[in-house]
């Protein structure tokens, strides 16, 4: 059973910095692109960032570009998003994603593509 659990949430001041990460188990996401979405109160889930399977490739919204960082540990099978310079915008839970099927990177934006989600973790940022 592949489960995806995601860590990190907290509440933070505006200007914070906070790391989640997204342990993995049940199968190997090495090969495979997995991202992160976030939802916030009366909104619908939003793409955040995604990364490739090797790791070498990125891509971020543009609300959190210059800001967070996706990462990657095959070794772990865990993913990480490193959040920097928080604001309240960036208040909601924050789902992990992982795809069974490789698929371009440049697709990852659509959350229909992903067939496994972790439950999410909160961050909430106060101003």
């Known amino acids: 059973q592949v489960q995806l659990v995601e860590s990190g949430g907290g509440l933070v001041q505006a200007g914070a910095s906070l790391r989640l990460s997204c342990a993995a188990s049940?199968?190997?996401?090495?090969?495979?692109?997995m991202a992160w979405f976030r939802q916030a109160p009366g909104k619908e889930r939003e793409f955040v960032s995604a990364?490739?399977?090797?790791?070498?490739?990125?891509r971020y919204a543009v609300s959190v570009k210059g800001r967070f960082t996706i990462s990657k540990d095959n070794a772990k099978n865990t993913v990480y998003l490193q959040m920097n310079g928080l604001e309240p915008d960036d208040t909601a839970i924050y789902y992990c994603?992982?795809?069974?099927?490789?698929?371009?990177?440049?697709?990852?934006?659509?959350?229909?593509?992903?067939?496994?989600w972790g439950r999410g973790t909160q961050v909430t940022v106060s101003s």
């Open positions: 049940g199968r190997t996401f090495n090969n495979k692109l």
């Open positions: 990364i490739s399977g090797s790791g070498s490739v990125t």
């Open positions: 994603a992982a795809t069974a099927t490789p698929f371009s990177i440049d697709r990852a934006m659509d959350h229909r593509n992903y067939d496994y």
